[in-house]
Structures are given as structure tokens and as C-alpha cells.
């Protein structure tokens, strides 16, 4: 008997009435069901996946499975028409119109990738934390999709980073469950370390104070800072800049000091205090200075140039020197003090009495 004979009696044989078949064998058959949704992992579709009760035909593939993680549809026609061709006829269709087919996949997200990137050039060769570090791949990173069976971490097993050039070679293994090879991913592209600091939202000249509208806050390159601190936004507002600096330009710790609350050449107010005694008189700045520094000034009425302290704005605090008490003296210096303070007593009682009575 011929192949293509042997086949056509199997069809024959599969077409004859269930009950029939029943009947002779004494066993119930089960019934083929078409499934409405399917889901497979593996790059083809086979019978087992699109009905129940499949039986030896389960593993024969039938389609191309949709591309990883999306979904197709078969219409129910075409589905009963391929299977009938494969000998596999009297599916219960429960009225089903298609067969939606979804393959799964594991999707790593772009975001994700970036970040595992980061992560493995962290602290390498002088870069900062994965957080600070800012990445351009030579290829739009998006997300990627992989078979389902990669189900294991994502472990970095190569990276390189060259300071010069910023360029970095990343490599990452994946494992899984099955006996599989690990799959390998691979992203190049260049690496700058950014901080984040104020920048300038106009141009300001030296001695200038920041108001809250001069001053935002960017990321920038840490190279463009320099070997100085950054400056924080709110450490800026209301400082007073140390030299002239263009709009867009990044502000650093060193540019800022404290305001002058002392101009020079301005009138201030010269306040002496001590232990019960204060006094304000009119003065003139002749440098100027932040709160805590020591400046001269002259005193208007005396016309004398004086130190003081700046303690607030347009007040500048002089200090008086106290007076030092008398050290006490011992026994025998109170009673020699006595004794000559004694003629005197004595003399002023003796006139006191010679003197005429006033009547």
C-alpha cells in the first residue's frame, strides 16, 4: 500500500460518525474543541495550542507565531480548513468567528535598559553615581523584546569606559531555566557625568544680589563646573555675585558671597555698647563689608577713623573697652591706709570746732 493509499484510509476512518466508533470500541472519544485564545511561547503555532483534546496530531505546527509579545488572529474558517488537511476533522467550533493568537514574550523597557547601563559603568574609571550619569547610545535604545523562556536577571558581564573619549561597551548576559544558550545584549554609545546646579537666567555684573527670577536649576556636564562645588539654587537666591557672568552660564559656590550689607563711601550708623550704655552716632563706610567683617569707618563727629564690626545693614558695632576694676588690696596695705587717712580726719574735726558759732 502506498503512502498517499495510507493517508486516505486514515481520513476515511477519522470521517466515520463518533457514535459509531464509540460503539465498536466500547470507549467514549473526546470531542476536538476549538479554543478562542491561545497563547505560545515558542516561534510556531501547532495543533495542541488551537484545540483540545488534539490527541497525536497536538505537536504538529501549523502557523507562524505573530512576533514576539502581540497578538494575531485566525479566522475559524481557514483554522478548520488547515486542520482538516492534517486529517483532524469534527472540532466543536462553539460558534467561535476567530482563534486570537498571542505569543509571549519578555519585554525589557528602554528606561530599564538605560538604567542597568548606568549601573555598570557606576564608579568606573572616576564616574559618579549611576543617578548623575547622562547616556547617548549610537542606536535609539527602545524596548526589546525576548522568547519568554529568558527569564533569569539581567547581569552585566563586560563593561568599558574610556575617559577621554566618554565612549562605553556594555555587554549583559540573560539566563533561564532551560538548558537555552544565555542570551547576549550588547549597547555602545558615550557616557557624561552631570550635576545639578544653578544657572544663570540673565546676565549679571559683579556685586550684583540674585533675586529668586535670576537663578534656575539644570542638569549640566560636571566637566563644565570644573574642580569647583556647584551651587544650589536656594544657596543663590540672595547672594551677592563675585564677578560679571553671562545668562545660561552654571553658577559655582566660589561665584557667590554673602551681600555687602556695608557699601563703601555710604553713611552707616556706629553703635556703642556695654553694660549699661548705648550709643548711635553717624559715620562714614570707608570700605565695604558682609555681615561679620571688620571694617573702617569715620566717626563724622570726632572725625577719627575706627574699626568696627558689620551687624547689619548700614549698622556697623564698635566696640568700648571695659574698664578694669582695681585689684584688692592685703590687710597690711588697709590699715596703712587707715592710718593716714586718720590726721585728716582729725585735722578737719579740730577746724570744725575752732571755727565761730553762727548764731
Known sequence: MTARSLLLAVALLAAAPVTALAQASGDTIAVPVLRASVTVESDVVRIGD???????????????????????????????????????????????????VTRLARTLEGKEIESQVAHALEHRNGLGDAANLSLTFDRDVQDVRLEAWNNGAVQP????????????????????????????????GNVVETVETAVLTRNVERNEVLKASDVATERRPKAEIGGGEPAARNHAVGMQMRKQLRAGQALKAADLAKPDLVQRDENVTLIYESTGLYLTMRGKALEGGTEGDTVSVLNLQSKRNVYGVVIGRGQVAISIATPRLPAATDTSSTIGATETAAPVSVAATSNAQTSPKTE
Not at 497578538?71 to 469534527?90: D, F, M, N, W
Not at 563593561?159 to 555602545?188: H, M, Q, W
Open 157 to 188: 558581564v563586560s563593561a568599558r569606559y574610556e575617559p577621554r573619549s566618554g565612549r562605553f561597551d556594555v555587554s549583559f548576559e540573560i539566563s533561564n531555566d532551560t538548558n537555552s544558550s544565555r542570551t547576549k545584549l550588547r549597547f555602545t
Open 50 to 100: 488551537v484545540i483540545d483534546n488534539a490527541g497525536t496530531s497536538a505537536q504538529i505546527a501549523i502557523y507562524r507565531a505573530p512576533d514576539l509579545g502581540t497578538t494575531g488572529s485566525l479566522p475559524t474558517a481557514q483554522v478548520i480548513a488547515t486542520l482538516q488537511a492534517h486529517q483532524v476533522i469534527g472540532v466543536d467550533t462553539r460558534d467561535i468567528k476567530a482563534v486570537s
